[in-house]
């Protein structure tokens, strides 16, 4: 192996070690634990040896008492292999989730661009196999240098009982150190290809899971398993490549190790017919053989686990640290409670470089008025609440909150002050309640039930079966989209959060749905400062203030009457609005 090779190796193994060190006493257990297996490895080939000389001499004392002596030491083998065991599982779950719970808090600190832009499969894959990897490195790496100790102790013992054996040994265990190197490289590139279907074979399940809805409306499953079909045999391709890269070897091992195996016999047969070598020395030799000609497949199992490991350990501080998946960045400012003031001063702002959303975007809003924008679908409203929620950064000009740019302030202090309720909230997994405690750990009773309330879905929930604790499904399926937007709506009121982000579902709700929705938000008006992306008459009247964004720009501020009264875009907006209403 490269120097620099052993330096990242060894750098991987420091970092990874930062996750283990407050589990080392269990590694240290399996050490001890591995050193007396080493040992009982090491005796009891010797032991036997003895005892086939004492049976076949008929010394029956000695005999009985070695018999004895390899029962304790086998008994003793058990019971030490089980504490490993135990050690080993106290260890690898505990430091597992170490680092599983650092590629969790890493991967929510992920641009949102570039979360975006990678297959989910990237980060499920990395969270799971890899981190299985990475927690298991030392346990092997004790395991393997233990196992080296005991042939090492074995080599030295055929060294004393026979020179010629032991040279014979010697160049077949050194033959093969420099061969699985180069077989470890091989394996290693057919492994970097099949972690990359194993990716995006997870990240096409993960979709295909959480889209199934659409994927059946759509009635699109032939497709899909189509598609299934052929991202799994692209998987099984590479597997199929790895695995048969890997066996090739160990066929070359396998011949190797026979023919190893014949030479000692031979050479054997040879000494003790030349009166060279006791028939009871050959024995011993012979206890040992099994020992020695598994180090081929223990080399070729540590390089591969090097090279695992190392592919792992990069995929994993990939991101955890790595550039490829840059992390938001904040200032160190913090305020507490925003008043609610927000300006754009002459934002610009593009997904990509050179296709700029927002052209020179400016607006003042202050704090607890509800001001709605309005504009065509495409027009850049979205964008101008994923600018406000800190999920991108303007490409030109700034946003204040209270009049401090928001680059300056730290993450609780735009995060903590704003909650959005977008068109198609995400709920999770849990209960009514757990949904709620999750934005708020010490969250009581009167509140939930007072957000609850304010958010006109009290009296739904209380019609549910069990109430509260009733379980809504992954992303909230069992709930209508009302009912989960009204179930965001109350998780921004248990967050009281001064700025509330509401995007109006364009989806036909019906009339009651939507005249709740409407009540809630009413409920709300004048205590928080609330921006609206409006698709509706009602919620429009009912602001304090319009925006009318077109093609990225700033067209018109005023009131309804205003606008109505002065711009042409928004009659024309207007018009195709009572339009929809009359049709509903
Ligand atoms: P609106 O909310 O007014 O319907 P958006 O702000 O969602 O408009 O979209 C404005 C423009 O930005 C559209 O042309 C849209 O295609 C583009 N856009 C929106 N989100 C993304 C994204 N994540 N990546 C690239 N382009 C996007």
Redesign the pocket.
């Known amino acids: 192996m490269k120097k620099e090779k052993i330096s990242t190796i060894f750098t991987y193994l420091k970092k990874t070690y930062q996750y283990a060190k407050n589990n080392k006493k269990y590694l240290f257990f399996f050490l001890i634990g591995s050193i007396i297996l080493c040992i009982i490895n090491v005796m009891v080939p010797l032991l036997s040896a003895r005892q086939i000389l004492y049976l076949t001499d008929e010394i029956w004392e000695q005999f009985f008492w070695i018999t004895i002596a390899i029962f304790g030491t086998e008994i003793l083998r058990n019971i030490v292999a089980n504490m490993n065991n135990y050690f080993i599982n106290k260890y690898f779950y505990a430091v597992k989730k170490n680092i599983q719970l650092e590629v969790a808090s890493r991967t929510l600190q992920i641009q949102t661009?570039v979360l975006?832009a990678n297959s989910s499969g990237t980060f499920i894959e990395r969270a799971g196999n890899d981190t299985d990897t990475l927690a298991n490195i030392f346990i092997q790496g004790i395991d393997y240098i233990t196992y080296l100790l005991s042939v090492i102790g074995v080599l030295f013992s055929i060294l004393f009982l026979n020179v010629a054996i032991f040279f014979l040994y010697l160049t077949f265990v050194l033959f093969l150190f420099f061969a699985q190197k180069y077989a470890a490289k091989k394996i290693q590139e057919k492994n970097k290809i099949r972690k990359k279907k194993q990716d995006a074979a997870s990240g096409f399940i993960s979709e295909l899971v959480r889209g199934a809805r659409d994927i059946k409306t759509l009635n699109a499953e032939k497709s899909f398993l189509y598609k299934t079909d052929e991202v799994i045999e692209e998987l099984g391709k590479a597997s199929y490549d790895w695995t048969r890269t890997r066996s090739w070897f160990r066929f070359l091992n396998g011949n190797l190790r026979d023919l190893l195996d014949l030479g000692i016999l031979l050479l054997g047969i040879y000494f003790i017919t030349h009166n060279e070598l006791e028939v009871a020395t050959m024995l011993i030799i012979l206890s040992y053989r099994g020992q020695i000609l598994s180090i081929s497949s223990n080399l070729e199992s540590f390089y591969d686990i090097l090279k695992q490991f190392e592919l792992a350990a990069s995929r994993v501080f990939e991101i955890i640290e790595g550039e490829q998946y840059p992390k938001e960045s904040f200032g160190n400012r913090h305020v507490s409670k925003i008043e609610g003031h927000i300006s754009f001063e002459n934002v610009f702002f593009g997904?990509?470089q050179d296709a700029m959303?927002l052209k020179d975007v400016s607006f003042k809003i202050r704090p607890n008025e509800t001001v709605s924008f309005v504009?065509?679908?495409?027009?850049?409203?979205?964008?101008?609440f994923?600018l406000i929620a800190a999920l991108y950064k303007p490409t030109k000009g700034q946003i204040l909150f209270d009049g401090i740019p928001l680059q300056d302030l730290d993450r609780e202090s735009i995060r903590g002050n704003l909650s959005v309720i977008s068109q198609n909230p995400y709920i999770f997994n849990m209960s009514i309640r757990e949904n709620l405690q999750i934005i708020k750990e010490d969250v009581t009773e009167e509140e939930m039930v007072e957000a609850c309330k304010m958010a006109c879905l009290h009296d739904f929930i209380l019609t549910l079966k069990d109430g509260y604790d009733t379980i809504v499904g992954e992303g909230g399926v069992t709930l209508s989209g009302g009912q989960r937007q009204r179930l965001a709506i109350a998780r921004a009121l248990i967050q009281k959060t001064e700025i509330i982000l509401f995007d109006e579902a364009t989806s036909a709700l019906d009339n009651e749905t939507q005249y709740e929705i409407q009540k809630s938000i009413q409920n709300m008006q004048g205590e928080y400062t609330i921006l609206i992306?409006a698709h509706r008459l009602s919620t429009v009247i009912n602001s304090d203030r319009l925006i009318l964004?077109d093609d990225?720009k700033v067209m018109a501020e005023g009131t309804h009457q205003e606008l109505l009264n002065t711009n042409p875009i928004y009659q024309k907006l207007y018009e195709l609005e009572l339009k929809d209403e009359r049709k509903k």
């Open positions: 661009g975006q997904y990509e959303v504009g065509k679908s495409g027009s850049g409203k979205s964008t101008i994923n992306i964004i990225g």
